[in-house]
């Protein structure tokens, strides 16, 4: 077909209503550009799922670095924008994901580590706010600038990693808030008037305002001068010494009642063995009675035992009321009722066993039984 009948076919189709076939070729470009676009989004989303997963490398890594994986923009605002120096400025810093990212990664910049903000601004962090719907971290501060010689607030720089950006090493960019030019004004001089205070003024004397001259301005005063290392070492050592021998006396003076139980029960034995043993070189006549009253003298400074004349069921009573064993206030029964019964019997004679011997073996067992304080 020439050309002059391809433009008649042409005519006649459109005269007709009826179009050229399309060919297939056109629908295979198109099927082709849709499979290449779905891949190309498949590869993103997998891309921004991976970020996350991704640790920035150490190389190159920016001492300000935020820890911050994606990408983000700053901005911030400050108001007012004149002020007096050492005025507050209210200051607002956002951070905003910008595709991938996370807000929750997003920390606060510290401007006190910034060395212009450090040196021109007092720094005072405020309040974070989170923005959901624009994905973003707002941060607060209160800026004082130092001295007028401050023109502008710095621009707040921003680092974070986007994993998208290869090599990894070449990931870490830089967002920065731009600069917001102030005026600072010098302080407003306060006149002697205009002090508030609640306090009264004193109408202090001509002498306070007066200058000191002469010799005495000029004069030094010599240093306290410390006694030497013998009288410190008495000074120091003096107290102590002289508490403790007073302690010692003092319980020497008063001891406590353990103490006395152990000195009065030591003194009574001593005394009633003493006397049994010399009791025991005399003439045998008298002995019983005699032994007996040595036991109750002994008994009486021992255990209060207040009965002069005591029958055998009064000592035994007596013991067993003190806290004595059952063989000791059985020993002791047997014992006085053996001296009764050489007294009332008008014996010369000793006993079977010698009273002595027995009222000596007696005192020694009560000696031996453990008492309580307040027997004693």
Known sequence: MNQAEQSAYQQGSRNSGHYPPCFPGSWIASFCALCVFCGAQKTLAQADHDADKVEPPVANQPQEFSGALGSYAVTSQAEPTTVQAEDTIKFKVKVKVLGAGSSGQIKRPNLQRLPQFARQFAVKNGADRDLPDEKAREFAYEL??????VKQIPAVPFVYFNPRIRPATQGYQWAYAPAIPILVKPRTAVAPAEVQTTFPIKDLPESVYQYTTGPNVLLRQEPFPWPGSILLSILALGPPALCAVWLALWQRAY?????????????????????????????????????????????????????????????????????????????????????????FADLRQPLPESSTAAAADLVRHLEDQPWPICAA
């Open 255 to 343: 001891p406590d009642a353990a103490r006395v139980a152990r000195q009065r029960r030591s003194r009574a034995a001593r005394q009633a063995l003493a006397s049994l043993q010399t009791l025991g070189k005399s003439e045998p006549e008298g002995q019983a009675q005699q032994a007996k009253e040595i036991v109750v003298a002994y008994l009486q400074e021992r255990l209060d035992f207040h009965v002069l004349e005591p029958t055998p069921e009064e000592v035994a009573a007596h013991l067993r009321q003190a806290g004595s064993a059952p063989e000791i206030v059985a020993e002791a029964g047997r014992f006085f009722a053996a001296c009764d019964a050489a007294r």
């Open 144 to 149: 004082r600038p130092r001295n007028t010689a």
